[in-house]
Structure formats: C-alpha cells, structure tokens
C-alpha cells in the first residue's frame, strides 16, 4: 500500500508568495494532520481534521496559515502571503480510529522562504 | 503548546553499546509513543504506550510508561549503525486530544 503522499518535496519561494502544500492521506484513514518540524521549535501540530472536517486548528500560526480538506483523498496547507520565519519542513500524516492510533508520516515538504 | 523534555539531546556511542533516553512532561498523559525520523524522511512509529507502568517491546528496543504518568523511557540494545536518526517522544493528556512532542534525542553509532 502506498505510504502518505505530500508534494512538493521541496519548495524555495520569495516572501510574499503563496505556497501551497499537498497531501495524499492513506486510503481509509479519517483522520489527517498538518505537523511543522524547525530546529527551535521541534515538531508542532498545526490542525488536524477527522472525515474532512477540521476539529482543531489551534495550532495553527497566524491567519496566512490556512488548510482544507474538499475529499477523503486530498488536504492542502496554504501560506499566503509567505515569510522567512516560514521555513520549516511540513508534514501530513493520517490515522484510522482516532487520535490514540497510529499516525503514519508523509516524507515531508521543504520550505524555505527567501 | 507543551513540549516534551527529551534527554540526553544527543548521544554519540559505538556499535554494540545499549542506549537508554527519557522524555518527561509536567502533566500527567494517557498515551506515549515513541518514533524515530531518519534523515529527510518523515518519524516512524516505534512503540505505542497506553498504561502507566506498561513496558512494550519492539525488537532491540523496549519502552515504558513511567509510572508517574509524567515519563516515559526508551532503551535500545546492542545497537547497530542503522539504529542512528533522531528519536522523538510523543504524549497525549488526559483532557486534551493533541499530541506533544519531544524535542528530539540525536543518536549516532560509531562502527
């Protein structure tokens, strides 16, 4: 079975630039995170959404930050405009059965902001 | 958001070496994981921990839920170069449904 699937792997911008990260969940899993790994901060999850819909967003930074989930099958995380302190690898991960489950990580989008 | 105390912040052992690292937090959690991210890839699941005092293994690695609630412990024995990457911690509270993460252990394993 195929492992989550984000694109692009990699992603260099200019401040002020909209960045749009993609997700492919596991076939299945009802639940899909947006996590934020830097160097200062670790790993932060960002929102989370259970069968499409969003249930916590707290995580998330500030209102360029936004996410959407339109199917099953597909969730985007969109930065705009875009900033250096932006920077950071991002990751989507999904699970089945709830939070307590096992989350299976994407590889991961590399950002940097220039 | 919380974050977990993870230590040490790194270890540098050789091969063969068992491995022990900690993480700690200053509220009680219900549920510990333990993951492992190799470089440019995304963590990985270790072991899932779900009641206190619980010890689970995986192989050479062994984790247990601190039977204060607020700790968990992950050992690995006799380690093997491919064994290296940056071993993270995760709980979840009580009343919360978000998971916190560790601030990471790095561990490198001399041949």
């Known amino acids: 079975d195929a492992g989550v699937i984000q694109s692009p792997r990699h992603e260099v911008t200019e401040m002020g630039q909209e960045v749009t990260l993609r997700c492919k969940p596991i076939?299945?899993?009802?639940?899909l995170f947006w996590y934020r790994q830097t160097m200062m901060r670790g790993l932060e999850l960002l929102i989370y959404?259970?069968?499409?819909?969003?249930?916590?967003d707290s995580g998330m930074p500030e209102d360029r930050f936004s996410a959407k989930m339109p199917n099953a099958s597909f969730s985007t995380l969109k930065i705009q405009p875009s900033e250096p302190r932006d920077s950071a690898v991002y990751f989507c991960?999904?699970?089945?059965?709830?939070?307590?489950?096992?989350?299976?990580f994407g590889p991961g989008t590399r950002l940097l902001v220039l | 958001g919380q974050q977990l105390n993870q230590s040490p912040q790194s270890m540098f052992i050789q091969e063969g070496e068992d491995v022990s690292m900690n993480c700690t937090s200053s509220s009680i959690f219900n549920t510990w994981l333990w993951y492992k991210q190799d470089p440019g890839e995304g963590p990985v699941l270790l072991i899932a921990l779900y009641k206190a005092g619980e010890l689970t293994s995986n192989g050479r690695l062994t984790a247990q839920f601190g039977i204060t609630r607020k700790d968990s412990f992950l050992n690995i024995s006799a380690s093997i170069p491919s064994d290296v990457g940056i071993y993270f911690c995760?709980?979840?509270?009580?009343?919360?449904?978000?998971?916190?993460f560790g601030t990471g252990t790095s561990l490198t394993v001399i041949p």
């Open positions: 991960a999904s699970s089945s059965g709830g939070l307590r489950e096992t989350q299976y």
């Open positions: 959404f259970n069968n499409n819909v969003p249930i916590d």
């Open positions: 995760a709980g979840q509270e009580n009343t919360g449904n978000q998971f916190y």
């Open positions: 076939s299945g899993h009802d639940y």
